[in-house]
């Protein structure tokens, strides 16, 4: 038997609306609420804390969950440092990430509604100052500097803040250093976790406060976001990662399993596919057992296969299409042969769309163009992919003149009187009888 059968669910048997129902909750905001209670409330303390007592709160916070003890000074990494890790960077791999950032910023300035043909009535103004949240626990994640810090320069923002957990020898990742200085970061601290938020946030002593925080992380990382929304503006709740494979018998079970992995290996991460075919479901189950032992993470990407993932089985495509839509998820992709792309109409709820045995995660991960800054948790249902857009504002004008005013005059005032508002009302009375 398959070690990994339990993942299996047919549609049709008596027992599987149980299990579907499950797999969407576990997945939901809802649940995810319901269950984190207790962290909510540690990440509001530490939100409060970093409030009130600023530098101090952050390097105790640090010390406590990172284990690296700093003092003020040292909390920004210093320019030397920037420069020492962008020339430490291998020439090929340097090459690799300038194409990746040329893509994004391609594809962000092809989709910028903030210039060009801005429609009368409206201006767009670039946000002044962002802060991007980097993960660095579980891996190094440079492709996310190019995926946050792009957009935002298309956009034309002018500070740029990076914040990122030390845990590269106290410190911050090379890799993620040279990238923030390919693109000409200069503000990044090595702060993590809600604290990092926080300070954000709020601002201390060392770290002035942002307009607006963007970036994946782990729950204490959304959970402060989330806090701290109003006090700043956020992007969405982005992580744990999720992938939602739709596919038919023609999709190649080894490719299936490996894009399943391919979310699986973050850990927490879950794979999930749907199919209207038993066959293709369990060649899927081996080829995941075959692959998953060969991974360099085959411990905990095992354990969110079991805890997390699941192989659907439904009547046909359209149930599959349906239960995706409810499912709502992070990325999404269908291979499902000649028809994958006029299924693409279909899907009303994903972050990112892939269409095709050809394009798997990774392609948008690091290349394509879109970030791969997304939502999570089914909230692709109401928020959106991180995009240049993201980082401006909008602001209305309005400009009449007398004649204009005069013309609406009346209707102005019979709607200002009804809500009971003279002195609206008298505010344009005034000005025809100049």
Known sequence: MNKLDDMLIIASQPAAAEQLQHLIDGHSMSGFLRSRTAVAQQVRYIVDEIARRGDEALIQCTERFDGVKLNAGQLRISSDDLVQAHHGIDDILMVSLRRSIENVSAYQ???????????????????????????????????????????????????????????????????????????????????????????????????????????????????????????????????????????????????????????????????????????????????????????????????????????????????????????????????????????????QNAGAIFVGAYTPVAVGDYWAGPSHTLPTRQTTKHFSALTSNDFVKSSSIIEYDRSQLLQSADDIIRLAMTEGLDAHAKSVDVRRKS
């Open 109 to 347: 300035s092809a989709i910028f509604t903030g210039r060009g043909n801005v429609p009368q009535g409206i201006r767009y103004t670039p946000l002044r100052r962002v802060g991007l949240c980097i993960p660095g626990a579980s891996a190094p994640l440079p492709s996310t500097v190019i995926m946050t810090a792009v957009p935002a320069i298309v956009a034309g923002v002018k500070e740029i803040v990076v914040v990122s957990p030390p845990r590269h020898n106290g410190t911050i990742h090379p890799v993620i250093l040279g990238v923030c200085h390919e693109l000409g970061i200069q503000e990044v601290y090595r702060i993590g976790g809600a604290q990092a938020v926080a300070a954000l946030a709020w601002g201390t002593r060392t770290i002035p406060k942002v307009d607006k925080i963007v970036g994946p992380g782990n729950d204490y990382v959304q959970l402060a976001k989330k806090e701290v929304f109003g006090l700043v503006d956020m992007d969405s709740f982005a992580g744990p990662s999720d992938v939602l494979i739709i596919a038919d018998e023609s999709a190649n079970p080894a490719w299936v399993a490996a894009d399943v992995l391919s979310q699986a290996e973050h850990n927490p991460g879950a794979g999930i596919l749907v199919t209207d075919s038993l066959d293709l479901a369990r060649a899927v189950l081996k080829e995941l057992a075959i692959q998953v032992e060969m991974l360099d993470r085959a411990e905990g990407t095992l354990e969110c296969l079991r805890q997390f993932s699941a192989v659907v089985v439904f009547e046909n495509i359209r149930q599959a299409i349906d239960f995706a839509n409810d499912f709502a998820p992070e990325h999404l992709q269908i291979q499902c042969g000649a028809r994958s792309r006029d299924l693409v109409d279909r899907i």
